[in-house]
């Protein structure tokens, strides 16, 4: 794996927690994970950091969708990795919820070694944001506030955005584009977003008759494929939001 994504080779992931409680209407996770959410006890997580090491392994990538959403759990286990003291580094690609950004959190992630973490901002317009399902919890001042607070403790910081979300209109698009102008995250990283078959996104524009491909394969958050029909927008325009945001 690239330098750019890890600090120290070889690198595997580890998953402390499974599934998620959150209803965004283009997410998978809930078709092959279910809606709920499953943890391991802290201590089962630093012993399975331990048997990494002990496996030849010098950093894991946390594959978790809400490891933070428990703040309580989330700190216990990363105080638990720290007691451990294993020489293991570590980074969060997903699971950090903005609005569940706390000051000591992220102390007690670097404490345990963990160098960057991973806020899936999406959109910079809370309307949206409403819209496809962060239910009003998640809001573009709290994204600033989470980003600010994980820098302060010294911990690089990812964003994920998309653009051509289920209420995403120009104006939106640019407000996300002029969002993360702004934002000072280390990494960013933009996508289409896709109505992947069985989510919400999807059954509703197969209701509406918007679906182009029944092909699975070309199913990916970096197709070139016309795959449906955007209630609002042409998919041209979606991909010229696209090539602006990486401009």
Not at 3 to 27: H, Q
Not at 110 to 123: A, D, I, L
């Amino acid at each position: 794996i690239s330098r750019l994504l890890c600090k120290r080779l070889p690198m595997t992931t580890a998953e402390f927690s499974r599934g998620c409680v959150y209803r965004c209407d283009f997410c998978a996770s809930k078709i092959t994970m279910s809606l709920g959410y499953r943890k391991k006890s802290p201590e089962r997580c630093a012993e399975e950091v331990q048997h990494l090491y002990d496996l030849g392994y010098r950093e894991f990538l946390l594959a978790d969708d809400i490891f933070t959403s428990d703040q309580k759990w989330a700190k216990q286990v990363c105080d638990t990795i720290y007691h451990k003291n294993v020489d293991m580094v570590w980074t969060c690609t997903n699971g950090i919820r903005v609005e569940s950004a706390d000051d000591n959190l992220f102390k007690s992630l670097k404490r345990s070694k963990c160098y960057r973490v991973s806020f899936g901002f999406e959109s910079g317009n809370d309307e949206v944001l409403k819209a496809f399902g962060k239910g009003g919890r998640a809001t573009v001042k709290q994204a600033v506030k989470a980003v600010k607070l994980a820098r302060a403790a010294g911990i690089d910081t990812n964003g994920y955005f998309m653009v051509g979300l289920s209420a995403d209109t120009e104006k939106s698009m640019n407000d996300t584009i002029n969002f993360a102008r702004k934002i000072p995250v280390d990494m960013m990283k933009c996508s289409i977003a896709i109505a992947f078959p069985g989510t919400k996104m999807f059954n509703e524009y197969i209701e509406e008759g918007l679906i182009k491909s029944f092909n699975w394969d070309e199913y990916m958050m970096y197709t070139s494929k016309d795959l449906f029909a955007h209630k609002h927008l042409k998919y041209e325009i979606i991909q010229k939001y696209m090539k602006k945001f990486f401009r």
